[in-house]
């Protein structure tokens, strides 16, 4: 295994480290077993660069990424791409939740002028990047969250923080192999070594839910927090179903259909993070046995922690395996704190209505932000919002809402709820349809018209099914005992759909077929009337009907 | 050059007359000059029921891909998502025969335009570079006055057009119309021209501009058929001209020595149920002395130099970033509006 040409390679990037010590990357996955019978799989690559090279060089994150990030001065980014729904009432709370589609928002420096056309370079330059399209983001989905988003990182913004913050997300893009392509690309050891080995588009692609992600961010490099670090944190969320890969026990070659080869070289640490907290109601066992155990007490909630530490000098292929003792067994969960519902309203196609259901299952108050995001051709109207039904209530602490403009602005609509103990707040609120123009239909118009995601902000006081990473905290062993007044979370509803008038774009041709018809039919009598004369003749005698029928043959035989 | 090439033409006459040979073409007709090569492969069908132009189209990327024209240079339009489409029963992937015998979608594809964004508009605004200012790199076709270009279009047509997503549709005649355009901005040596749908020939009918040459899967009047059925997608898996197309490419290497006239042979009528369409006339060179990889392949003639080159040292790049940092204190802001939630209580 040891070759003379491996160990100049490892030797030449071991000495690349050295040389640029700032520059770290690190490797992480994160399995955790989801009642009732799915697995989250949770892979972070991260990759920190010093800001010594003022971003515009970097041995281990990619030279590009750091240029858009300098050229279009972008604080913080962060993008996902993902395919189907999380849901939260049964699996509890992701590490980092996505919108369905591709998601994108930014923060530019505070220096920037003219945000809205950097915003737009952004856009179009990472599409190529990525594949994506997201060259489709114009200032008509683009909307500016006044409360629901605060940046990640470090800034040192604090007033008009959210002024410089652009989000748009587009719910009909499609996930696939050609945008997991270049992310790989990204990695510092690419889709061979490592971690990344193990994504294999074949199998992730085979899951009910798939997110990749890409964050970018500014770390406090020491305590005072005068230098900073930039953070480029690459994520795949997946979430497999038991039923999918005909078992409960799951193994890395059933997984991924290969075993770990190993770490990336390049990598300062690489390491494999079980959640073995299920194991005290629905036991499994997990072979080969875990370097250590951590059990953390976070919030109220403890969580047991099985962790690998996985180095490069690997000789054969690692297979983490787990198997249930009993076969298969239904496991009651407590649901989360905040749990939420949307679905839309109304028959026909005139008026409708979006509403969203959030409870509370918690016995205190919990505060959240509910951010509806609704596209031009959808006018919502903030009269017409209810709140459990009634107009006003004094549930809302604070509201935004700004009115969209046709082809131009959507509506863009903020909430700050308090929700009640034990209970579930509805707030509705219409739309009403809106013709578009005939080239402005898709060609496939009446598949149905997507909604995004409305985004819901809280601040938990519980770190119950709460598995994100704390703001100051870049991989997974800052969740361990990190006990916190507060625990944010940014969810994502489910989308939705609407089908909105479609005309029958057959039509001119059926009314040029109709008209030429009536035309047709008309035309002759017409011209026969026109051309023809008539010859007044001469009444004779009565003719009897004997006569009439004679004079017929007559006629013939003539 | 037209005066040139009838000085070369009236010295052949020369020699003709004064050895009394056959015309014998100068070797330099048949050495192609391009120093570059690319390919634009469009599928412009949306639906899970026009799998097969999907298939056809990553059947020619594999094949180009694999014979050495890098992704950066190879443009692939896909109008809608079968790898990953909900009605596959195999995701991430896309076979070429019911039998998966090849997965033409593999596991590094790169798609540059896809969904919405395949429309004639970006086509034409692709082939003539009229592209909006913020285009990324990946999504232009920065060829010049030495690239081979392969262009290959897939999907539904008629007699003189071809359409788009199942709404729009391009006509010969634009089409011809933009190749002129490229022809006059230099952006293309030669170009090699595929198309695979129905009365496929009234597409090339109409071209007017040098260096191309053409193949159709059917002439006017005809419909280019599908190969076979696979039921375990409930549709049509591949077209017959493209399903035999990739058959040949397959045993094609970048050092192989086949010629682009064994490919415009590649389908006979027996096999297609349709006629293979060629147009030669507007391509100076023999089909028959072209090698296969001009086109398919980025095979560069390599002349190796024993003789040092001296470089001119270039001028050390001043390093004007010299600006101190005056460091700035930053911090991470709560994640929530706690301002609002204060003022409240």
């Given amino acids: 295994m040891w070759r003379p040409e491996f160990i100049t390679f490892f030797l030449l990037f071991a000495t690349l480290i050295h040389l640029n010590k700032g520059d770290e990357f690190r490797e992480e996955i994160f399995i955790k077993p989801l009642p009732p019978s799915h697995l989250y799989v949770y892979f972070q690559f991260i990759t920190v660069v010093d800001e010594d090279s003022n971003y515009k060089h970097s041995h281990l994150a990619p030279q590009f990424l750091l240029e858009i990030m300098s050229n279009y001065q972008v604080d913080e980014l962060h993008l996902t ?21 591709a998601e994108l928002y930014a923060w530019f420096a505070p220096d920037v002028v003219d945000i809205d056309n950097q915003w737009k370079k952004l856009s179009s330059t990472l599409s190529g990047l990525f594949c994506a399209s997201l060259n489709f983001i114009e200032s008509f989905n683009t909307i500016s969250p006044k409360m629901a988003l605060w940046p990640t990182g470090a800034t040192t913004m604090k007033q008009n923080v959210t002024s410089h913050l652009r989000y748009a997300s587009l719910p009909r893009e499609i996930v696939c192999t050609e945008n997991l392509t270049p992310w790989k690309k990204l990695l510092p050891c690419g889709s061979n070594h490592g971690f990344a080995s193990l994504l294999n588009s074949r199998m992730i692609h085979n899951t009910n839910y798939h997110s990749i992600g890409m964050h970018v961010r500014r770390i406090c490099d020491k305590n005072d927090c005068l230098e900073t670090k930039l953070e480029v944190k690459q994520t795949v969320a997946l979430v497999y179903d038991f039923k999918i890969i005909y078992s409960s026990d799951w193994s890395f070659r059933k997984l991924f259909g290969q075993g770990l080869p190993g770490a990336c070289p390049l990598s300062s640490s690489s390491k494999i993070y079980v959640d073995i907290t299920s194991n005290n109601t629905y036991a499994f066992k997990l072979s080969p046995e875990p370097t250590n155990k951590i059990l953390s007490v976070r919030g109220g909630s403890d969580t047991e922690l099985a962790v690998y530490e996985i180095n490069n000098n690997n000789t054969e292929m690692m297979n983490i395996v787990a198997k249930y003792e009993s076969p298969y067994k239904i496991t009651v969960k407590n649901s989360p704190p905040v749990t939420f519902n949307r679905y839309v309203l109304g028959y026909g196609k005139e008026f409708g209505g979006i509403v969203t259901e959030l409870t509370n299952n918690y016995w205190a108050p919990i505060d959240i932000v509910l951010l509806e995001n609704a596209p031009w051709w959808l006018p919502i109207q903030l009269s017409t919002l209810r709140i459990n039904g009634e107009a006003e209530s004094n549930l809302i602490m604070s509201q935004y809402y700004s009115p969209g403009r046709s082809r131009q602005k959507p509506y863009h609509l903020e909430l700050l709820i308090k929700l009640p103990p034990k209970s579930t707040t509805t707030v509705t609120i219409d739309f009403e349809f809106v013709f578009l123009k005939w080239q402005e239909y898709p060609p496939d118009a009446n598949h149905g018209f997507y909604i995004g995601s409305a985004i819901i902000s809280a601040n938990l006081p519980t770190a119950k099914n709460y598995t994100s990473l704390p703001i100051t905290g870049s991989t997974f062993d800052s ?20 089908s909105l008038p479609t005309p029958d774009f057959s039509m001119p041709y059926n009314v040029i077929c109709l008209a030429c018809t009536v035309v047709a039919l008309a035309f002759g009598p017409l011209h026969n009337i026109c051309t023809k004369e008539l010859v007044l003749k001469a009444v004779g005698t009565a003719v009897s009907l004997r006569q009439k029928i004679t004079n017929i043959f007559k006629k013939k035989i003539e | 050059m037209i005066l040139h090439c009838q000085i070369l033409l009236f010295v052949s006459y020369l020699l003709h007359f004064s050895l009394g040979s056959a015309i014998k073409i100068p070797e330099q007709f048949h050495k192609s000059n391009h120093t570059n090569n690319w390919a634009v492969l469009v599928d412009t069908s949306r639906f899970w029921f026009n799998y097969r132009h999907v298939a056809n189209v990553l059947s020619i990327y594999r094949s180009v891909k694999r014979l050495g024209i890098p992704d950066s240079q190879i443009i692939l339009m896909i109008s809608d998502d079968m790898a990953c489409n909900p009605r596959n029963p195999r995701p991430a992937t896309i076979f070429n025969n019911a039998h998966e015998q090849i997965n033409v979608y593999g596991d590094d594809v790169e798609v540059d ?127 017959r001209y493209t399903y035999y197309v990739l058959e040949f490419l397959e045993n094609v290497h970048p050092n192989s020595k086949k010629t682009m006239s064994e490919f415009l042979s590649v389908c006979p009528k027996s ?17 028959n002395k072209v090698p296969i990889t001009d086109f398919f392949g980025s095979v560069r003639p390599v002349i190796i130099t024993t003789d040092p080159i001296y470089i001119k040292r270039a001028p050390k790049r001043k390093n004007t970033l010299n600006v101190t940092r005056v460091p700035e204190k930053r911090e991470y802001l709560p994640q929530f509006p706690m301002h609002l939630v204060k003022n409240t209580i």
């Fill in chain 1, 81 to 101: 791409l993902t395919e189907g729904q999380w849901k939260h009432s049964q699996w509890g709370y992701p590490i980092l939740d996505a919108a369905p589609g």
């Fill in chain 1, 479 to 498: 969740i361990v005992n990190a006990s916190k007044p507060w625990y944010p979370i940014v969810l994502r509803t489910n989308g939705a759909m609407v």
């Fill in chain 2, 113 to 239: 335009y896809r969904g919405y964004e395949v429309s004639v508009e970006n086509f034409v605004r692709l082939l003539t570079g009229r592209v909006p200012p913020d285009t990324p790199k990946s999504k232009r076709l920065l060829t010049d006055e030495g690239s081979n270009i392969l262009i290959y279009l897939t999907g539904h047509g008629g007699d003189g057009f071809l359409k788009f997503q199942d709404s729009e549709e391009i006509t010969s005649q634009e089409l011809a119309d933009a190749l002129e355009q490229m022809w006059q901005k230099r952006r293309y040596n030669e170009i090699f021209f595929i198309i695979d749908t129905c009365q496929a020939s009234s597409m090339y009918e109409k071209f007017y501009s040098p260096n191309i040459l053409a193949t159709a899967s059917s002439l006017v009047g005809e419909d280019s058929l599908s190969h076979h059925v696979d039921s375990a997608i409930g549709v049509y898996i591949i077209d």
């Fill in chain 2, 271 to 287: 096999a297609c149920l349709s006629t293979v369409g060629v147009r030669r006339d507007l391509f100076k060179r023999d089909p």
